[in-house]
T-cell receptor, first 115, second 109 residues
Framework: DTAVSQTPKYLVTQMGNDKSIKCEQN?????MYWYKQDSKKFLKIMFS???????INETVPNRFSPKSPDKAHLNLHINSLELGDSAVYFC??????????????FGQGTRLTVV | GNSVTQMEGPVTLSEEAFLTINCTYT??????LFWYVQYPGEGLQLLLK?????DKGSNKGFEATYRKETTSFHLEKGSVQVSDSAVYFC????????FGKGTKLSVIP
């Protein structure tokens, strides 16, 4: 009965590879997000989708591409991985159109390590 | 644009001590304000929230009051426990959630 679930929890891969992180929410929320947390715990939003439409696309390399097949899923695909992509990536969802005013629910995170 | 400033950590307290983590914000309009907590190895959990001026959010003994005049939302707890050791994030809503840099709290027995 997990509200927001991400897979995998850990991902170790070599530079140059392509990888995907999957996210699913069973809360019926209309907005989903991807956040990146660096080694100093700083959280930065990457993308936000509302009802399968991209509404926020912060300045991230175009090697990162989100895909939302339906409003319960928001996957993150990363091409040509670089060392600097190593971080923890969090998926989140909320019931509002791009506003967090009711609070967002977060997944457990995916710790990506690029070697 | 919107921004959140939290006190720098880490903060180390003895069990049963009083906790304050300062948070101030800059925003246009009337955002909602939040505190999230991240326990080691876990994702973020919503701790409490306030949606308008003078609202007080509270949960698990933690409290924070939305102060528009001082643009602040300081987190307080009267008596911390070892299990409160975590990283605490202040956040505000706009088109997206904007987070502070987080404050690591360690509570020692």
């Amino acid at each position: 009965d997990t509200a927001v679930s991400q897979t995998p929890k850990y991902l170790v891969t070599q530079m140059g590879n392509d990888k995907s992180i999957k996210c699913e929410q069973n809360l019926g929320h209309d907005t989903m997000y991807w956040y990146k947390q660096d080694s100093k715990k700083f959280l930065k939003i990457m993308f936000s989708y509302n009802n399968k439409e991209l509404i926020i696309n912060e300045t991230v390399p175009n090697r990162f591409s989100p895909k939302s097949p339906d409003k319960a899923h928001l996957n993150l695909h990363i091409n040509s991985l670089e060392l600097g992509d190593s971080a923890v990536y969090f998926c989140a969802s909320s019931q509002d159109k791009g506003r967090g005013y009711r609070g967002a629910f977060f997944g457990q995170g995916t710790r990506l390590t690029v070697v | 644009g919107n921004s959140v400033t939290q006190m720098e950590g880490p903060v180390t307290l003895s069990e049963e001590a009083f906790l304050t983590i300062n948070c101030t914000y800059t925003a246009t309009g009337y955002p909602s304000l939040f505190w999230y907590v991240q326990y080691p190895g876990e994702g973020l959990q919503l701790l409490l929230k306030a949606t308008k001026a003078d609202d007080k959010g509270s949960n698990k003994g933690f409290e924070a009051t939305y102060r528009k005049e001082t643009t602040s939302f300081h987190l307080e707890k009267g008596s911390v426990q070892v299990s409160d050791s975590a990283v605490y994030f202040c956040a505000l809503s706009g088109n997206q959630l904007t987070f502070g840099k987080g404050t690591k709290l360690s509570v020692i027995p």
